[in-house]
């Protein structure tokens, strides 16, 4: 499996080449459109099918998870591409706010509601547009009769963490309960965003978003890292051991699953299309079910719903990017994606008959009628404290998940070591975003 690391170095190192050989920045004519997404794989082959359709050509530059280093190494070079697909509202904001960005103005007439327009706006100018959405609240299990024989999806976390002890202590071989691929950061995050969701008002998601409070003010943060503390040092609760699974990546984890060496697997909708690539060479299906609540009585539709989604940018300079992004936002223009499965639509006006089976139409339908959604926590943080290889919350959470998973280290005692480092790097991204660093 080819890293992060290596693929950002090899699209860095071309997008520095090719820009000596390019005159000017966005927009230059003789070539094709180029927009950035960070989708590879099948993601990536489902998205050229779409701007297939496109009135002009367009060339799909696959950049990796850190596209915000590759973008802003093609704007040192001065070749930024036209467009860019962001996985992260607080790069639209950041980007709008060092000029980087031209502003979508009124052809972008959907509000999304959804995802939240006002994450993509900046001293009142719309930036970004959303153009694809994830549900981030789903565990995916392997199925009744798996090597574990029958047993219930778990409903909240007290019935999870039971479930998860009595599976670690099954007799079985090389099968864990739990598979969690907590190499790449955001994986952790995520699991963060559900518990603390799951215990706190949208004010705290805000404030710490927004930088307004700090992280140690909130008894809500305390108790999510307890939680998933208490968890995930269980002994026997991974495939491996926590050291393994300390390096393990997203798609290793997914495989863990499908292949039985792991029971269930938490992440988003997303995990479908990565399960279908590898049942082609056999192995289970698998079923999901929401993530479970803290609480104990409260029905799925009552619960919040930790959302993500990837929004489009125009670059300064590009007269086309904003005609692309216009064409990108109409509810017509994903259905070819919708058909073969792995896209959720952040339009209201999407048909759900186009999506594939029932599984995709429900998530599609909870996404549409969940009554508290949060957007992923982690996304709307500036880039010092978001996270990327070995930095930001990322690390913070990694180092949190030794210390439970491997070290033994007391669930209290890293709690607060991880608290504080969380104010720390809080302030340091306040701080940098203050002086213009990042830029």
């Given at each position: 499996?080819?890293?992060?690391?290596?693929?950002l170095?090899?699209?860095?190192?071309?997008?520095v080449?090719?820009?000596a050989g390019?005159m000017g920045?966005?927009?230059?004519?003789?070539?094709?459109?180029?927009?950035?997404?960070?989708?590879?794989?099948?993601?990536?082959e489902?998205f050229?099918?779409?701007?297939?359709h496109?009135?002009s050509?367009v060339?799909?530059l696959?950049?990796?998870d850190n596209i915000d280093?590759f973008?802003r190494?093609r704007?040192?070079?001065?070749s930024?591409?036209?467009?860019a697909?962001l996985?992260?509202?607080?790069l639209?904001?950041?980007?709008a706010?060092?000029?980087?960005?031209?502003?979508?103005?009124k052809?972008?007439?959907?509000?999304?509601?959804?995802?939240?327009?006002?994450?993509?706006e900046?001293?009142?100018?719309?930036?970004?547009?959303?153009v694809?959405?994830?549900?981030?609240?789903?565990?995916?299990?392997?199925?009744?009769?798996d090597?574990?024989?029958?047993w219930d999806?778990p409903?909240?976390?007290d019935?999870?963490?039971h479930?998860?002890r009595t599976?670690a202590?099954?007799d079985?071989t090389h099968v864990?309960?739990?598979?969690?691929?907590?190499?790449?950061?955001?994986v952790?995050?995520?699991?963060?965003?559900n518990?603390?969701a799951?215990?706190s008002?949208p004010?705290v998601?805000?404030?710490?978003?927004?930088?307004?409070?700090?992280?140690?003010?909130h008894?809500a943060?305390?108790q999510?890292l307890?939680?998933?503390?208490?968890?995930?040092?269980?002994?026997?609760a991974?495939?491996?051991g926590?050291?393994r699974?300390l390096?393990t990546?997203?798609?290793?984890?997914?495989?863990?699953v499908?292949t039985?060496?792991?029971a269930m697997?938490f992440?988003?909708?997303f995990v479908?299309?990565?399960?279908?690539s590898?049942?082609k060479?056999?192995g289970?299906?698998?079923?999901h079910f929401r993530?479970?609540?803290i609480?104990?009585?409260?029905?799925?539709?009552?619960?919040?719903l930790?959302?993500?989604g990837?929004a489009a940018?125009?670059?300064?300079?590009?007269?086309?990017?904003?005609?692309?992004v216009?064409?990108?936002?109409?509810?017509d223009?994903?259905?070819?994606?919708?058909?073969?499965?792995?896209?959720?639509?952040?339009?209201?006006s999407?048909s759900v008959?186009?999506y594939p089976d029932?599984r995709?139409r429900?998530?599609a339908?909870e996404l549409s009628?969940?009554?508290?959604?949060?957007?992923d926590?982690?996304?709307?943080?500036p880039?010092g404290?978001t996270?990327?290889?070995?930095?930001?919350?990322?690390?913070?959470?990694q180092?949190?998940?030794a210390?439970?998973?491997?070290?033994?280290t007391g669930?209290?005692?890293a709690?607060c070591?991880t608290?504080?480092e969380?104010d720390?790097?809080?302030?340091d991204?306040?701080?940098?975003?203050q002086?213009?660093?990042g830029?």
């Amino acid at each position: 499996m080819i890293s992060r690391r290596a693929l950002l170095r090899t699209a860095t190192a071309a997008a520095v080449s090719t820009a000596a050989g390019m005159m000017g920045g966005c927009g230059s004519s003789g070539r094709p459109l180029q927009v950035a997404v960070v989708w590879s794989g099948d993601e990536r082959e489902r998205f050229r099918e779409v701007v297939n359709h496109y009135e002009s050509s367009v060339d799909v530059l696959s950049v990796g998870d850190n596209i915000d280093a590759f973008l802003r190494a093609r704007r040192r070079a001065g070749s930024s591409p036209d467009v860019a697909i962001l996985p992260r509202p607080g790069l639209v904001t950041e980007y709008a706010r060092a000029e980087l960005l031209s502003s979508l103005g009124k052809e972008i007439a959907n509000p999304f509601p959804q995802l939240r327009r006002d994450l993509l706006e900046f001293e009142g100018k719309l930036f970004g547009a959303w153009v694809k959405a994830a549900h981030k609240s789903l565990f995916w299990r392997l199925p009744p009769g798996d090597p574990f024989g029958t047993w219930d999806d778990p409903q909240n976390w007290d019935e999870l963490k039971h479930t998860v002890r009595t599976l670690a202590k099954t007799d079985r071989t090389h099968v864990a309960p739990l598979a969690i691929g907590a190499a790449d950061g955001w994986v952790l995050t995520d699991w963060f965003e559900n518990v603390l969701a799951a215990i706190s008002p949208p004010d705290v998601y805000r404030d710490l978003a927004k930088g307004k409070s700090a992280w140690s003010n909130h008894d809500a943060v305390h108790q999510a890292l307890s939680h998933l503390g208490d968890l995930w040092g269980i002994r026997g609760a991974f495939s491996g051991g926590g050291q393994r699974a300390l390096t393990t990546q997203f798609g290793e984890s997914v495989i863990q699953v499908i292949t039985g060496q792991a029971a269930m697997v938490f992440e988003g909708d997303f995990v479908a299309t990565l399960a279908g690539s590898y049942r082609k060479q056999g192995g289970n299906k698998l079923t999901h079910f929401r993530f479970p609540d803290i609480e104990k009585d409260r029905t799925p539709k009552n619960r919040p719903l930790v959302v993500g989604g990837d929004a489009a940018v125009v670059f300064e300079g590009s007269h086309e990017g904003h005609d692309f992004v216009e064409w990108l936002t109409q509810p017509d223009t994903f259905t070819p994606w919708i058909r073969k499965g792995g896209y959720l639509s952040p339009h209201p006006s999407a048909s759900v008959k186009e999506y594939p089976d029932a599984r995709i139409r429900d998530l599609a339908d909870e996404l549409s009628t969940a009554r508290d959604l949060r957007f992923d926590l982690s996304d709307q943080l500036p880039s010092g404290f978001t996270g990327a290889d070995g930095v930001g919350i990322w690390r913070i959470l990694q180092k949190f998940f030794a210390e439970v998973a491997i070290e033994g280290t007391g669930v209290r005692r890293a709690v607060c070591q991880t608290i504080e480092e969380l104010d720390d790097a809080a302030k340091d991204a306040a701080r940098q975003a203050q002086d213009g660093r990042g830029r």
